[in-house]
T-cell receptor
């Protein structure tokens, strides 16, 4: 299993540009999450999904959109990038609700470092 | 909503010493408390967790304790090794891990 993969690894955007951060998991997890991690800070939840076709806002959703058309993919869209969106973005998935022994565990991807100038 | 405070923000210890990281949470309904380790350039990885019906859990050199009355929980690492150097995050959840609120992180440095 590759686990959770994210692309790209790094990206520099100009103010006002848009981009999509890709996230794919091959563990057949229903639950997926997007977090942002600002320097020296903890992770804050942007959006999450409990299954294909179902998404909901987290703590800091403004300026972002998500979709979940398949179990495997959970892309994060940034519209009109702003310097405040400079951060490291992590995607995670979880077997929550599956009945698996470690259902609580979230599995994280390697992150995308985004700079908005 | 839930608020998680984590201390200290940085911790430097000598190899072989113990390290303790403390977290407090605000929502008494929280029932699941994981600890994640983040190595440089990687995503966080779960190292240990504890549920609200347990006061202590141990896994080799790491242990976690939970005091529900005081709403705080701690990570204990004994016999620290250089490979323990990383950023550690605590988190709390009111729904058994589906939604996590993270603390601000502790950068642990183990000096050889």
């Amino acid at each position: 299993n590759a686990g959770v993969t994210q692309t790209p690894k790094f990206r520099i955007l100009k103010i006002g540009q848009s981009m999509t951060l890709q996230c794919t998991q091959d563990m057949n997890h229903n639950y997926m999450y997007w977090y942002r991690q600002d320097p020296g800070m903890g992770l804050k939840l942007i959006y999450y999904s409990v299954g294909a076709g179902i998404t909901d806002k987290g703590e800091v959703p403004n300026g972002y959109n998500v979709s979940r058309s398949t179990t495997e993919d959970f892309p994060l869209r940034l519209e009109l990038a702003a310097p405040s969106q400079t951060s490291v973005y992590f995607c995670a998935s979880s077997p929550w609700g599956s009945g698996a022994p470690s259902y609580n565990e979230q599995f994280f991807g390697p992150g995308t470092r985004l700079t908005v100038l | 909503g839930e608020n998680v405070e984590q201390h200290p923000s940085t911790l430097s210890v000598q190899e072989g010493d113990s390290a303790v990281i403390k977290c407090t949470y605000s929502d008494s309904a929280s029932n699941y408390f994981p600890w994640y380790k983040q190595e440089l350039g990687k995503g966080p990885q779960l190292i240990i967790d504890i549920r609200s019906n347990v006061g202590e859990k141990k896994d080799q050199r790491i242990a976690v304790t939970l005091n529900k009355t005081a709403k705080h929980f701690s990570l204990h690492i004994t016999e620290t090794q250089p490979e323990d150097s990383a950023v550690y995050f605590c988190a709390a959840s009111i729904n058994a891990g589906n939604m996590l609120t993270f603390g601000g992180g502790t950068r642990l440095m183990v000096k050889p």
